[in-house]
């Protein structure tokens, strides 16, 4: 029932963007428009592919046999040792991919009238495009070295992004913050690579988590990764670029760097279930094993994260600042139901957190590119940035209004949309951990329904303010992108059963099993 | 700030280096070499990746600079934080 | 396919969305038993504001930042530490990194 496709579909996956990247300066000379569909066409190439390697890998997988492919650059077929730079792809490493495409395509569908004024846009297309190929390069690959040389791609175009509008100078500031961070979480990352290799002599990951042992090098080398790509990730108090540089880009710019975020999550997931998962049942000191120790020094921090994200976002008066403080207050519980599943490893609620979390992931980055996108709508109708300025918007903007709906009630976590149902997984396992983390998550939830139930009214609400008597509907093609992703949410908010089965399941099975990975290497040896 | 991150990049790149080091080795190069034991060259491949994303990253942030010098005026990091809270 | 569930209970959007719709059936037979006469552009339109009288636009309009005064006023002492957390300054972003990068070393490899 499988499709029959190529071997090589990963590595094309990373390459096509690349070669659209490398032509689009030169289609650009010839007409501006068809530069514009000739991206919408590579983004859409792209997806295809990543549509089909997620459809052969989630209907051929079995609880007990998951299904990954492996491509191995320059070789036929792997040979111990391994040497050469591997594409792993599992069921975890495909469902990321999957956000990121949907992310990407839809913000090129809405750059096509949002951008419309600018000028240099073929450096835009060019920096979107390299963009997709760093994020969907870090999520396919096998290999730890590889994986930092995306992530640089990555942040060196998207901090080129950030800083788009150089004529106003915040941009460039928030820039500037952007790839300070990124370049230092990198390099602390390459240092615990380099840790890694000089106590094993190997790269690739599989190999790694075969041969790891917990020794004192080891333990430094986790804690650098960790704490690195949770910078990467917004997790406070590490969080503080997050507003600056997500307020300041422009909003397609901001719903890619959402997938750049959430590919340093993949990356903290992928560190510790795979490439430590031999030792994460030893016990470490007091007898306590070492999946108990992280998951313990996780859940701080998160719910830290979800109350200052919210507390903060309740004050601003930026539009885009205040859906950036929610982001944070969401990569909170994102973290929240890693850490409980890491705690609780074993148990039965400890798998359901883990598989709310996964859950949660995708509705998390559905719902924040929607209010972002109404966001940029309403900036690029009115030109305001501050709410204090806005009002009665409703009146012009009626289908920007009900995005907004749309998006205000699945961020809450609002039945029947999909925020409630990922988020209820996540309250009733976090519960059964702990009663105190579970009642601090509903109550910042709804602190967070208080906080764009402020926007709603001070953005839309109110009389006609006769200073926007002549805004009109945004354009067509910003509508059409908007749709998309509505119609994306409420279809996962109607249908629960069926994304948690027969997607979320398997990610979480190919997460917490690390023999199947190490199987596609050594092939059973 | 620039000049803290071109440290940080310099000490892990020398690190890197010396990690393929073995005692009394010659260059990993196999054509007329004296014999003996050779360093690791993978190390030495994965510096030069290393050093030229630095150099990117530096172009790019040292551009950025120049940027917040004509908006700012200033470079003190205390001073450009139009952006806060 | 339409119900999740979860470790101690389960949840069908699907049910939920008939309830509601039954409950809008209910109230909109409700209102079709009241009054639809009203007379145009008399008083009977003009907004309500307990007898006082009406300002411009702008001014009845209520600012973003006026609007939970309630509750900000009251966590101020906790705002006041959030505010002094977030300086913007790029120097203390990299203070926080080391910070928590120092907590976990000491934790985790001592």
């Given at each position: 029932?499988?499709?029959?496709?190529?071997?090589?579909?990963?590595?094309?996956?990373v390459?096509?963007?690349?070669?659209?990247?490398?032509?689009?300066?030169?289609?650009?000379?010839?007409?501006?428009?068809?530069?514009?569909i000739?991206?919408?066409?590579?983004?859409?190439?792209?997806?295809?592919?990543?549509?089909?390697?997620?459809?052969?890998?989630?209907?051929?997988?079995?609880?007990?046999?998951?299904?990954?492919?492996?491509?191995?650059?320059g070789?036929?077929?792997?040979?111990?040792?391994?040497?050469?730079?591997?594409?792993?792809?599992d069921?975890?490493?495909?469902?990321?991919?999957?956000?990121?495409?949907?992310?990407?395509?839809?913000?090129v569908?809405?750059?096509?009238?949002?951008?419309?004024?600018?000028?240099?846009?073929?450096?835009?297309?060019?920096?979107?495009l390299?963009?997709?190929?760093?994020?969907?390069?870090?999520?396919?690959?096998?290999?730890?070295?590889n994986?930092?040389?995306?992530?640089?791609?990555?942040?060196?175009?998207?901090?080129?992004?950030?800083?788009?509008?150089?004529?106003?100078?915040?941009?460039?500031?928030?820039?500037?913050?952007?790839i300070?961070?990124?370049?230092i979480?990198?390099?602390?990352?390459?240092?615990?690579?380099?840790?890694?290799y000089?106590?094993?002599?190997?790269?690739?990951?599989?190999?790694?988590?075969?041969?790891?042992?917990?020794?004192?090098?080891?333990?430094?080398?986790?804690?650098?990764?960790?704490?690195?790509l949770?910078?990467?990730?917004?997790?406070?108090?590490m969080?503080?670029?997050?507003?600056?540089?997500?307020?300041?880009?422009?909003?397609?710019?901001t719903?890619?760097?959402?997938?750049?975020?959430?590919?340093?999550?993949?990356?903290?997931?992928?560190?510790?279930f795979?490439?430590?998962?031999?030792?994460?049942?030893?016990?470490?000191?007091?007898?306590?094993?070492v999946?108990?120790?992280?998951?313990?020094?996780?859940?701080?921090?998160a719910?830290?994260?979800?109350i200052?994200?919210?507390?903060m976002?309740?004050?601003?008066?930026?539009?885009?600042?205040l859906?950036?403080?929610?982001?944070?207050?969401?990569?909170?519980?994102?973290?929240?139901?890693?850490?409980?599943?890491?705690?609780?490893?074993?148990?039965?609620?400890?798998?359901?957190?883990?598989?709310?979390?996964?859950?949660?992931?995708?509705?998390?980055?559905?719902?924040?590119?929607?209010?972002?996108?109404?966001?940029g709508?309403i900036?690029?109708?009115?030109?305001?940035?501050?709410?204090?300025?806005?009002?009665?918007?409703?009146?012009?903007?009626k289908?920007?209004?009900?995005?907004?709906?749309?998006?205000?009630?699945?961020?809450?976590?609002?039945?029947?949309?999909?925020?409630?149902?990922?988020?209820?997984?996540?309250?009733e396992?976090?519960?059964?951990?702990?009663?105190?983390?579970?009642i601090?998550?509903?109550?910042?939830?709804?602190?967070?329904?208080?906080?764009?139930?402020?926007?709603?009214?001070?953005?839309?609400?109110?009389?006609?303010?006769?200073?926007?008597?002549?805004?009109?509907?945004?354009?067509?093609?910003?509508?059409?992108?908007?749709?998309i992703?509505?119609?994306?949410?409420?279809?996962?908010?109607l249908?629960?059963?069926?994304?948690?089965?027969?997607?979320?399941?398997?990610?979480?099975?190919?997460?917490?099993?690390?023999?199947?990975?190490?199987?596609?290497?050594?092939?059973?040896? | 700030?620039?000049?803290?991150?071109?440290?940080?990049?310099?000490?892990?790149?020398?690190?890197?280096?010396?990690?393929?080091y073995?005692?009394?080795?010659?260059?990993?190069?196999?054509?007329?070499?004296?014999?003996?034991?050779?360093?690791l060259?993978?190390p030495?491949?994965?510096?030069?990746?290393?050093?030229?994303?630095?150099?990117?990253?530096?172009?790019?942030?040292?551009?950025?600079?120049?940027?917040?010098?004509?908006?700012?005026?200033?470079?003190?990091?205390r001073?450009?934080?139009?952006?806060?809270? | 396919?339409?119900?999740?569930?979860?470790?101690?209970?389960?949840?069908?959007?699907?049910?939920?969305?008939?309830?509601i719709?039954?409950a809008?059936?209910?109230?909109?037979?409700?209102?079709?038993?009241?009054n639809?006469t009203?007379?145009?552009?008399?008083?009977?339109?003009?907004?309500?504001l307990?007898?006082?009288?009406?300002y411009?636009?702008?001014?009845?309009?209520?600012?973003?930042?006026?609007?939970?005064?309630?509750?900000?006023?009251?966590?101020?002492?906790?705002?006041?530490?959030?505010?002094?957390?977030?300086?913007?300054?790029?120097?203390?972003?990299?203070l926080?990194?080391?910070?928590?990068?120092?907590?976990?070393?000491l934790?985790?490899?001592?």
């Amino acid at each position: 029932m499988s499709i029959a496709i190529p071997e090589y579909i990963p590595a094309l996956i990373v390459a096509v963007p690349l070669l659209g990247a490398f032509l689009t300066p030169l289609i650009s000379k010839i007409n501006g428009k068809l530069r514009n569909i000739f991206v919408i066409l590579v983004l859409g190439l792209n997806s295809l592919f990543v549509g089909l390697l997620a459809y052969n890998i989630f209907t051929k997988s079995t609880p007990d046999s998951p299904f990954i492919y492996t491509y191995i650059f320059g070789a036929k077929d792997i040979t111990l040792p391994v040497v050469r730079i591997l594409f792993e792809v599992d069921a975890m490493s495909i469902f990321m991919a999957i956000i990121a495409s949907i992310l990407t395509l839809v913000a090129v569908i809405y750059s096509w009238g949002f951008m419309k004024e600018n000028t240099g846009l073929d450096k835009y297309y060019t920096l979107f495009l390299l963009l997709t190929a760093g994020m969907l390069g870090m999520m396919l690959t096998g290999d730890m070295f590889n994986f930092f040389v995306f992530l640089e791609i990555t942040s060196i175009s998207s901090a080129a992004l950030v800083a788009f509008w150089t004529h106003k100078g915040e941009s460039v500031e928030a820039g500037f913050k952007y790839i300070l961070i990124s370049t230092i979480g990198a390099l602390f990352i390459l240092f615990a690579v380099a840790i890694l290799y000089g106590q094993y002599d190997a790269l690739n990951i599989a190999v790694l988590s075969n041969a790891i042992q917990y020794t004192f090098l080891d333990k430094i080398a986790l804690v650098l990764l960790i704490v690195a790509l949770a910078m990467k990730a917004g997790l406070v108090p590490m969080h503080m670029w997050l507003p600056d540089s997500y307020s300041r880009a422009p909003a397609t710019v901001t719903i890619a760097l959402v997938g750049a975020t959430l590919a340093s999550l993949y990356g903290v997931l992928r560190v510790i279930f795979t490439l430590y998962g031999n030792v994460l049942l030893e016990p470490a000191k007091f007898d306590i094993p070492v999946s108990m120790f992280i998951g313990w020094l996780i859940i701080p921090l998160a719910v830290i994260s979800i109350i200052v994200g919210v507390m903060m976002a309740l004050r601003q008066t930026d539009f885009k600042r205040l859906i950036a403080f929610a982001a944070v207050a969401e990569i909170g519980y994102m973290f929240l139901a890693i850490g409980t599943g890491l705690a609780a490893m074993g148990t039965a609620y400890g798998r359901t957190a883990l598989e709310g979390g996964i859950f949660h992931i995708i509705n998390d980055a559905l719902d924040v590119s929607l209010l972002f996108l109404v966001a940029g709508a309403i900036y690029y109708a009115t030109k305001e940035w501050s709410l204090n300025e806005m009002g009665g918007l409703a009146r012009n903007m009626k289908y920007t209004t009900i995005f907004f709906i749309i998006g205000l009630l699945a961020v809450a976590g609002m039945p029947p949309f999909n925020g409630f149902a990922s988020k209820l997984i996540i309250y009733e396992s976090t519960f059964q951990l702990n009663p105190i983390l579970a009642i601090v998550a509903i109550l910042c939830s709804i602190l967070l329904l208080a906080t764009f139930v402020k926007v709603f009214h001070s953005a839309f609400m109110g009389p006609k303010l006769p200073k926007f008597s002549d805004v009109k509907e945004v354009p067509k093609s910003m509508l059409f992108a908007m749709g998309i992703i509505a119609c994306i949410i409420i279809f996962f908010g109607l249908f629960p059963g069926l994304v948690v089965e027969n997607i979320v399941r398997p990610v979480a099975d190919a997460l917490v099993s690390n023999a199947q990975y190490l199987s596609a290497v050594f092939g059973g040896v | 700030m620039i000049i803290g991150i071109t440290l940080i990049e310099s000490g892990v790149n020398l690190f890197l280096i010396t990690l393929g080091y073995r005692k009394g080795s010659v260059a990993p190069i196999y054509t007329s070499s004296p014999g003996g034991v050779m360093s690791l060259p993978i190390p030495q491949a994965l510096t030069l990746t290393s050093i030229v994303i630095g150099v990117a990253v530096l172009a790019l942030m040292l551009s950025l600079v120049i940027q917040i010098y004509r908006h700012y005026g200033t470079l003190d990091v205390r001073k450009v934080r139009r952006l806060k809270e | 396919m339409f119900t999740i569930e979860t470790g101690s209970g389960f949840w069908t959007p699907i049910v939920w969305v008939i309830a509601i719709v039954v409950a809008f059936l209910v109230m909109y037979i409700l209102r079709m038993f009241g009054n639809k006469t009203y007379k145009k552009d008399t008083e009977q339109v003009k907004s309500f504001l307990s007898g006082n009288p009406e300002y411009s636009k702008e001014h009845m309009h209520i600012k973003a930042s006026n609007l939970y005064w309630g509750f900000t006023q009251s966590m101020d002492g906790f705002y006041k530490i959030l505010r002094k957390m977030h300086t913007g300054n790029a120097s203390d972003y990299v203070l926080w990194f080391v910070i928590v990068l120092a907590i976990f070393f000491l934790v985790e490899v001592m």
